[in-house]
């Protein structure tokens, strides 16, 4: 009997476990850089100095070029994840389909359990899909927070050094 060559590339909760740490290690970087960025505003005051407003103009800049560059990242590869997507859906349901009306129109009993054991195989290719769909969820969450993660975590470490 032949074996399935469908074979799971990639564990979806290592990638899940993996954006989970990526985000404890944002947020730790962030509440670092707010705390440091707040207490530099209580000190500054109403009037403060010229590298206090760069400093300020800048928290906003980085927010928008962030926020813009991740949105982009990310739409763009749910494009491409859609189209495959769907196109792995017709596919198994043209190939359910003709299996099942392969299995109905089965003549013996032998013919049947063959035929039976082929859509068994074929619609069991619904959990590779699912376990793809997560893991294509997860790299899209992946690639989203890059932007995010990678300016939080600058911002920490130039912010406790200077």
Do not use: C
Request: hydrophobic share 45%; no cysteine; glycine share 6%.
């Amino acid at each position: 009997m032949k074996r399935s060559s469908r074979r799971i590339s990639v564990n979806p909760f290592a990638m899940w476990t993996g954006l989970a740490f990526k985000t404890a290690e944002m947020m730790m970087a962030s509440a670092q850089v707010i705390g440091h960025r707040t207490s530099r505003m209580a000190m500054a005051g109403p009037t403060p100095n010229e590298r206090d407003r760069r400093e300020f103009s800048l928290m906003g800049q980085e927010k928008m070029e962030a926020a813009s560059e991740s949105a982009q990242v990310m739409a763009q590869h749910m494009i491409a994840i859609n189209q495959q997507i769907g196109a792995r859906a017709f596919s198994q349901m043209l190939a359910g389909a003709t299996d099942m009306w392969s299995l109905a129109a089965s003549v013996t009993a032998g013919q049947a359990l063959v035929r039976h054991a082929k859509l068994v195989r074929t619609l069991s290719g619904g959990a590779v899909s699912a376990s793809r769909l997560s893991t294509s969820a997860a790299r899209i969450a992946q690639r989203g927070l890059k932007p995010i993660h990678s300016r939080a975590t600058a911002n920490a470490k130039r912010l406790t050094q200077g």
